[in-house]
């Protein structure tokens, strides 16, 4: 194989809740959270993952980082199957892949001072020298934009993009290769946003980390993101580069969520796609296209046939019959 | 006008600084609860009483007299003498030893036996939580009067000397007094374990000895400290039980609950209050203030628990 590794690699990802049947109870309503969703990340990349709530982007986020178990599929760091690794070859890998998580209020100890929860990891892996500690702890806190007095404080004393900027810091001290954040702006009132996604994409120009970004917001991803998947009811509907998403979405979904996205310009007319009703129940995901339901441009061959996941142009992939 | 606002919320901020420390927190909110500090106060006397009390005391516990026997309360011995002679208050201070050794050390034994078994369940769950949680049941299913008499009359029949009872009562109280504490722990870790910090121990691939006991464990002290505190209260009064019945704590070794048990014929009862008035008010008043103590302590740790 010429080509380079990529840095991680999804393939055909599946994620059951509920598969419970066991000699005293019967448990046929199987929920498919993540329904065999592959993508690759490359090095340096930031991927972007879209979907409603309930499409299963944090499911997938956690199953990456094995934080969660996975029904089927492999997920490949550096072409290891994460989820094969021994305990302990699990725990060498954990620094490298860190996760950020959606709400920094319950993401950390209310017990624990804020330096001992960043340099604690340090500590416990033994990759810092106990005396350099405290120094690595404030090299951090600097990167995030947090004060160096702020170190002994517990959590209750900050705000909410404080805390997150805690959150990164905790993840960012480990120096990771691939960091999931799971929709790390979502808890956070507009004005906050921009300041974490600003140091985001500092953190992706200076330290050549490689992101997995969960969000529902389109224009964040925008901002942030190379390469896009559209998830919908755990299955991937569109993927491709920020431009090719972007400037010609294939799929109605993506164009309907594209259209919803605000723009700060009352005079331009817009073409705007509604998408009628909620997102099915995941335990009953409509036959053929999951889509169909909702679909502006919906056949009969969209309700009994699903439509294959086929690359239209070069690394532009879509699940619809009429791309 | 603008200026004034500005030095208040100043101000405001230099406080909050000092009181930044958590527990400097409780303290205050502790402070503030009168009723609670009534039973600390309560219970400090108690403990100085038991503690110091002997030494100014001119009389032996086993000090027996014949000539001086159930002599009623008077300026030589203020609460009187018992049958044999021996000064009551001394006794009541040296009995206020043994009762609350065996409360604090009960205590002791089933909060660490209860949050150490109540903590792995709850964190390890599966076939650990099993075999925890079956024998705690048939623990708390046993009635726990009936069994420490079996084990009380066990122990006689093994012929313990006397000083070596007091440890086995308090192991015998803290085998009763585990289950239910591991049971809150267990609660409480199943709770805490799906918090977002306790996955992001995950994330961070820490030892489970650190997830354990930096992370898990600070989070379940309040609730030791409180019901610890009110567990030393029914320990008292389970060891004053079993030694009234002569199963606990036994002669020549003073108890409270043995001092009152001394008092049990109708003689005694009637003709000599000062044998079992006092053991019985020291038993009284230790409890109400443990209780008081513990009540204030949870509302000064956890306000949302229980907020008036």
Redesign the interface.
Known sequence: MSKALPLLEVKNLKKYYGDSSNLFRRNPEVVKAVDGVSFTIEKGETFGLVGESGSGKSTIGKSI?R?SSITDGEVLYKGQNIHKLSKKD??????K???I???PY???????RIGDAIG??LI??GLVDKSEIRERVLEVLDICGLAPYQID??PH?FSGGQRQRI?IA?AII?NPDFIVADEPVSALDVSIQAQIINLFSDLQKERDITFLFISHDLSVVEHLCSKIGVLYLGTMMELGSRDQLYGNPLHPYTKALLSAVPVPDPTLKRERIIIKGDIPNPADPPKGCKFHTRCPIATDMCRIEVPEFREVEANHFVACHFA | MENPPITIASKSKAEKRKK???WGQVLQRFLKKKIALVGLGFLLFIFLFSLIGPFFSPYATEGVNPTQINLPPSSEHWLGTDKLGRDVLTRLMFAGRISLTVGVGAMVLSVTFGALLGILAGYYKGIIDQIVMRIADILMTLPSLPLLFIMAAVMSEWKVPTEQRLYIVMLMLSLVGWPGLARLVRSQVLSLRE??????T??????DH?KLL??LL??IVPLLIVSGTLSIGGAILSESVLSYFGLGVVPPTASWGNMINAANSLIDFQKRPWLWIPPGIAIFLTVISINLLGDGLRDAIDPNMKRR
């Open positions: 980082l934080l699990m725990r060498n890998l954990r620094p892949l860190q996760f998580f959606q709400d319950s993401s950390l100890n209310p017990r624990i604690e990891a416990d892996h404080r517990y004393e959150g905790r480990l | 930044s420390s958590l918090r977002q910090f306790i996955q992001a995950d994330a961070l691939g820490l030892r650190r930096n992370h600070p989070n």
